[in-house]
């Protein structure tokens, strides 16, 4: 199909770069956000200002909050009727069935606690399968008071879930799109660096006077190169992480009879039960289990605090409690699982030292998920992420910057609608990011289904943005620049500035208060980097001004002009 | 750059064999290789673990190489073949470690 | 405390060490120094070993703040940041990078 192996390079990497671009630039700015996703869920929902906080008391605080929650209306409605055998009788109601595993969840970063339930299904068509119907909850450690459902965590539910899923749960498309996206940004990744022939000579260079082709395409070569390593090992491990559930689930298909086998066996091996026994039994205290926990990671020289704990078949002889470390002083994520019988609290297993492939591959999904506290290295990833938006950008440009001549001449649209899409997924996505924090702050707090309206006005605004980027799209059938970047950058600014004034007026946690008299890290960093990024978004109108007025008058102004000179030596 | 099988129905095929003829191979490579792993002794999730990582690196070599190739015919039967063969490999080697 | 010391110091080493690879390129001593790279091949040299060593320095301030798998992630991320603050640099102001051309 092509002539040489550069020239089909070239070709893999302008076509499927500007299609899967729009995809990627999406994961890559929401992967940037999701960093600080917690930071954004403290300034999203003010009651949770307060200090992040160890794993409470599971007898005192998170028994009794985990035994009021309820299995959710959506998940019973979607998969009831799909896991529930009807040959074997009615339908268990929804707030008839049981408890059948516990879990809590936290981080170094998380004043509030993630929970849930997942309740069994009595009646179930695979009785060996997973059935569960969940339950989840967010609760305050310090009081195990319940934070209301229906209040967005715009970080962690919101900005995260962008990045790796887009948003769209249905039949997990979403997760498979980002997936393809990830693949095609490493044959974008290699492709580029083919065609790039002067990879070293070039790796500092950025002539920003030139015309916008050249230093588009500067840019583009420099945030692609610098940052190859980021770049490469963000996108291979995105697809190890959801490699075994989603993108190559042989275990769960062709190699089922393996896997299942292999189960039962690990079951015998560790003496943790596979099954529930059907006979009922009390749960012994969860504490004492924890204490013993601690000890033991602290007599093996890693002392720590608890991320995860999970009881399985609650309420069950079978039961046993799995209690993992949190890993914020490591790379690789909570490890060291010491699992306890549930009725007696006697030590079933310890989780033995990994194996150096599970080693590698704990690697490589803590270096991208990153549980640890290390904020320097946090704070040069969101480098990393905006090097790649800038990127994808760049490129972006460079491709409409390359063909407008040509299709102006032609009468074709293409750069037209390629450079309207650029600006609704480049200042467009931000826009609506900024937009849904001031949505935040104007709804008020206490408006049943706040979460619903701030996502609506998320993809209300992103909306409208794409609809200015096109309207405003007519001078690049013409070769020259939408104005429609200049005017979204403006309003970026002025959302951004806007978010962090609401901020300050409606709960009062302001910037002196957050940075001198009150220090509060979480807010005051999302607000200082709004104010950053309003001031980046001016100094980027002020560059887009001058390039606008340094382009050549419209071919109208230039016949007016040369008809009046006709004119002026005709009578002169 | 433009010659005349840069049409649509030679892009198609050439995406089509790209996308979705490299992941048919990858599977069956994660699958066989996932088996006989096991089959050999190593442990369930390890041999997994391992195989999926290697996976995704072929992935990224087949799917270039399915654009630099010149024979499109070729690219067909080395992905669509190398995936049936793969997967009679799995499936054979998953019966015997059963039975 | 220690620790934020070496990451300082690994930062600063990480900066100038990018710079003293760029400064020997022939475009960027042009446009740094305004003078033809010919001139100073022993400076170019001496500042491109300058430039190794600093960077290979930062990795050992990396390893003296961390654990080595977070060391050598720091390290990395912090040589692309370098890369990008020399190009932004040598585009705007070039001469700042003038008090590096030691030699």
Known sequence: ?572 | MKHHTLRWPAITARVAAGVFGSYAFTWGFAAAGVAALVGLGVEYHDAETGMLMLAFLLFLGLFLWSFTATSLLRVWTVLAGGAALLFTAAWAIQRAILA | ?103
């Open chain 1, 1 to 572: 199909m092509f002539q040489n192996f550069r020239q089909s390079m070239t070709w893999l990497h302008t076509w499927f770069g500007l299609v899967i671009g729009f995809v990627l630039i999406v994961v890559f700015f929401f992967g940037s956000l999701s960093v600080f996703d917690r930071e954004f869920d403290r300034w999203a929902l003010p009651d949770t200002r307060f200090d992040p906080q160890p794993m409470p008391s599971f007898d005192q605080v998170l028994l009794p909050a985990l035994q009021k929650i309820e299995p959710d209306e959506a998940d019973y409605a979607a998969n009831m009727p799909l896991l529930h055998d009807p040959a074997k009788g009615p339908l268990t109601p929804r707030i008839e069935l049981p408890a059948d595993e516990y879990w809590a969840y936290t981080t170094h970063r998380d004043p509030v606690l993630s929970m849930g339930v997942g309740f069994g299904v009595p009646l179930a068509r695979d009785p060996d399968g997973h059935n569960h119907i969940h339950g989840n909850a967010t609760i305050d450690p310090r009081s195990g008071a319940a934070v209301r459902a229906d209040q967005l965590k715009i970080g962690s539910e919101w900005f995260y879930p962008m990045h790796y899923s887009l948003n769209w749960p249905w039949m997990n498309l979403g997760i498979f799109i980002v997936g393809l996206a990830a693949l095609v940004m490493l044959a974008a990744l290699v492709s580029g660096v083919v065609m790039h022939r002067k990879v070293f000579r070039e790796f500092f260079t950025f002539r920003p006077k030139k015309h916008t082709q050249r230093s588009a395409l500067d840019l583009h070569n420099l945030t692609g190169v610098v940052a190859l390593p980021f770049h490469f090992f963000f996108a291979f491990t995105g697809l190890v992480i959801f490699g075994a559930f989603y993108f190559l689930p042989v275990s769960q298909f062709q190699l089922k009879g393996l896997h299942d086998q292999h189960e039962v066996v690990e079951a015998a091996e560790t003496g943790l039960p596979h099954q529930a026994a059907g006979v009922p039994a009390p749960l012994a205290s969860v504490d004492a289990m924890v204490a013993q926990a601690k000890q033991r990671w602290a007599g093996r020289d890693m002392a720590g605090e608890v991320g995860f704990l999970m009881v399985h078949h609650v309420g069950d002889a079978n039961s046993y409690v799995s209690v993992y470390r949190a890993g914020s002083d490591r790379v690789a994520l909570v490890g060291e699982g010491i699992h306890f019988k549930g009725s007696t609290g006697e030590l079933l297993f310890e989780d033995p030292p990994r194996s150096p492939v599970s080693e590698v591959n704990e690697f490589l999904t803590g270096l991208h998920l990153q549980h640890f506290e290390h904020w320097l290295l946090r704070w040069l990833y969101v480098l990393g992420g905006l090097l790649g938006c800038m990127c994808i950008a760049t490129g972006f440009v460079f491709f409409v910057e390359k063909r407008k001549r040509q299709h102006a001449k032609a009468g074709v649209q293409g750069s037209r609608v390629v450079d309207a899409l650029a600006v609704t997924t480049v200042t467009g996505m931000v826009i609506a990011a900024t937009g849904m924090l001031v949505a935040n702050r104007l709804l008020p707090a206490d408006l049943a289904g706040k979460g619903d309206w701030e996502k609506a006005a998320f993809f209300g605004v992103w909306a409208l943005a794409m609809l200015h980027a096109f309207v405003r799209s007519a001078p690049v059938a013409q070769a020259r620049l939408n104005p429609a970047w200049r005017e979204q950058c403006w309003t970026i600014a002025a959302l951004a500035v806007a978010a962090v004034l609401l901020n300050g007026l409606t709960t009062g946690d302001h910037l002196v208060k957050t940075v001198f008299t009150d220090t509060y890290w979480a807010v005051a960093g999302v607000d200082l980097s709004l104010l950053v990024s309003a001031g980046i978004a001016v100094a980027v109108v002020r560059l887009l001004a001058r390039r606008e007025q340094a382009q050549c008058p419209t071919p109208a102004q230039a016949d007016t002009n040369s008809s009046d000179s006709a004119a002026e030596v005709a009578h002169g």
């Open chain 3, 1 to 103: 405390m220690a620790e934020l010391s070496w990451l300082i110091a690994a930062t600063a080493l990480a900066l100038s060490g990018m710079a003293w690879l760029a400064l020997p390129m022939e475009v960027h001593w042009g446009q740094v120094m305004h003078r033809p790279a010919a001139q100073a091949p022993r400076t170019r040299q001496l500042l491109r070993g300058l430039g190794a060593l600093a960077l290979l320095l930062s990795l050992l301030a990396c390893l003296m703040a961390d654990r080595p798998s977070m060391a050598a992630l720091v390290w990395i991320m912090l040589m692309a940041g370098s890369a990008v603050a020399v190009a932004l640099t040598l585009s705007w102001r070039p001469r700042w990078l003038r008090a590096l051309a030691i030699g």
